[in-house]
């Protein structure tokens, strides 16, 4: 029987009970040399199973459906799959008699009724555990907000502290927002002339890219400059520095207001 072999950890994994696909590797052939599997090809693939559409993973059950090759040897069925979809291909595939043989050094299974409800169980698990893991990451980021903590990446004028897990005023920056509200509140600008000056006074995002005339009204509404968090759709107090007055910020959201107004009549 013609096997083959499939090594796969995410980048996004940090669970260092996982091998390295190079480890993977290794354990995987030498469990091949031990059990006399004839191997006929080798796939390794750096990317998530949680959502369908792995390329290699598809490759390798092309291969399958081709004849090329009746078994697969994994580490162990997370490996192969991590949601209902492509766990369902592969019993499918088992049902349809294409896939003969799954090897694990870390699992048992055999084509059986039991080695199949084993390894439903085995799937639905890899499942659960990412499930898990989405929801507690949502129940993280909720907390975080409520305790006044932005989860996300910084609006330009701050700075993503990674040691406090705060955010700080970049003081820089932090001056130039100020002064872009206060040129918009006169009523004497425009988006395209406000991110002319931006240019001209070397304030840039905090990729370090121009701000383009679309991010002026992504600026000029962000209620984060006035201490305040909208996450969700709902509004939550934030333990940051407030770059602008309340005042300033409402004196232009009503020059917004009035030009959108202008133009639909």
Same mark, same amino acid.
């Given at each position: 029987?013609?096997?083959?072999?499939?090594?796969?950890?995410?980048?996004?994994?940090?669970?260092?009970?996982?091998?390295?696909?190079?480890?993977?590797?290794?354990?995987?052939?030498?469990?091949?040399?031990?059990?006399?599997?004839?191997?006929?090809?080798?796939?390794?693939?750096?990317?998530?199973?949680?959502?369908?559409?792995?390329?290699?993973?598809?490759?390798?059950?092309?291969?399958?459906?081709?004849?090329?090759?009746?078994?697969?040897?994994?580490?162990?069925?997370?490996?192969?799959?991590?949601?209902?979809?492509?766990?369902?291909?592969?019993?499918?595939?088992?049902?349809?008699?294409?896939?003969?043989?799954?090897?694990?050094?870390?699992?048992?299974?055999?084509?059986?009724?039991?080695?199949? /409800?084993?390894?439903?169980?085995?799937?639905?698990? &890899? %499942?659960?555990?990412? #499930?898990?893991?989405? +929801?507690?990451? !949502?129940?993280?980021?909720?907390?975080?907000?409520?305790?006044?903590?932005?989860?996300?990446?910084?609006?330009?004028?701050?700075?993503?502290?990674?040691?406090?897990?705060?955010?700080?005023?970049?003081?820089?920056?932090?001056?130039?927002?100020?002064?872009?509200?206060?040129?918009?509140?006169?009523?004497?600008?425009?988006?395209?002339?406000?991110?002319?000056?931006?240019?001209?006074?070397?304030?840039?995002?905090?990729?370090?890219?121009?701000?383009?005339?679309?991010?002026?009204?992504?600026?000029?509404?962000?209620?984060?400059?006035?201490?305040?968090?909208?996450?969700?759709?709902?509004? /939550?107090?934030?333990?940051?520095?407030?770059?602008? &007055? %309340?005042?300033?910020? #409402?004196?232009?959201? +009503?020059?917004? !207001?009035?030009?959108?107004?202008?133009?639909?009549?």
């Amino acid at each position: 029987m013609k096997y083959i072999i499939y090594a796969r950890k995410s980048t996004e994994d940090d669970n260092r009970q996982i091998l390295s696909i190079e480890s993977q590797l290794t354990e995987l052939r030498e469990f091949a040399a031990k059990e006399k599997l004839e191997i006929v090809a080798s796939f390794r693939e750096a990317k998530t199973a949680k959502e369908p559409g792995r390329t290699k993973f598809a490759e390798m059950l092309s291969l399958i459906e081709k004849g090329e090759a009746e078994g697969i040897l994994s580490w162990h069925p997370d490996r192969l799959a991590r949601n209902s979809v492509d766990g369902e291909k592969i019993i499918h595939m088992i049902d349809r008699g294409l896939i003969k043989s799954l090897k694990f050094p870390t699992f048992w299974f055999e084509p059986t009724p039991q080695g199949l /409800f084993m390894l439903n169980i085995a799937f639905g698990q &890899s %499942k659960y555990f990412v #499930d898990n893991l989405r +929801e507690n990451t !949502k129940k993280g980021l909720r907390q975080k907000i409520r305790n006044g903590v932005w989860p996300g990446w910084a609006p330009v004028g701050y700075l993503n502290n990674l040691k406090t897990k705060m955010i700080d005023v970049d003081f820089e920056k932090a001056l130039k927002i100020k002064k872009l509200f206060e040129l918009y509140a006169t009523g004497k600008h425009t988006f395209n002339s406000l991110a002319n000056w931006c240019r001209e006074h070397n304030l840039k995002g905090n990729l370090g890219k121009d701000i383009s005339t679309s991010n002026i009204p992504i600026i000029l509404q962000n209620i984060f400059y006035i201490g305040l968090m909208k996450y969700n759709g709902e509004i /939550f107090e934030g333990k940051h520095k407030p770059l602008i &007055s %309340k005042k300033l910020f #409402d004196r232009a959201q +009503e020059i917004l !207001k009035q030009r959108r107004q202008d133009q639909r009549d």
